[in-house]
């Protein structure tokens, strides 16, 4: 909830990655729907959100720390790294109903994982099966 209380500001693929100083994380084979830029006292952030083929939408909320941003120093490139078990760690959210008409229909289920890759922090979040988003956080790019 704090990423999105944000002020973010519409941006291209190629501007996000300019303001972030590193190439934009997306999961491949997914359509990209928009993507935002904005900035907090302690980073710059971009905010990626896809289509999922059911449908529903995966955001991506990109962190990136200005005075370590450039990417991985040995290849230049974000890196995902792996956690202490090897896979990212998966929790559940529910998700307060946004307008009334939606107190009425049972909450939807968020899986979140927060993921490392080179100087960027990126946390996913989507309406997806702890399974089914570790596939996503394989495929980020």
Do not use: C, H, K
């Not at 006292?41 to 896809?50: D, K, P």
């Not at 955001?59 to 990136?64: I, Y």
């Not at 890196?79 to 946004?98: D, F, H, K, L």
């Amino acid at each position: 909830d704090a990423y999105r209380a944000l002020s973010w500001r519409a941006a291209g693929a190629e501007e996000a990655s300019a303001w972030l100083a590193a190439p934009l994380p997306r999961v491949a084979g997914l359509d990209l729907l928009d993507a935002a830029i904005a900035a907090s006292a302690e980073a710059r952030l971009a905010r990626v959100r896809q289509r999922l083929p059911g449908g529903e939408t995966v955001e991506l909320f990109v962190e990136v720390d200005p005075a370590g941003a450039g990417g991985d120093e040995r290849t230049g490139q974000l890196q995902a790294a792996p956690s202490p078990a090897g896979a990212p760690a998966i929790r559940n959210e529910r998700v307060a109903p946004a307008t009334p008409a939606e107190t009425e229909t049972p909450p939807r289920v968020l899986n979140l994982a927060w993921v490392r890759m080179g100087v960027a922090r990126v946390l996913v979040i989507a309406p997806v099966a702890p399974d089914s988003l570790r596939v996503l956080v394989s495929r980020i790019r």
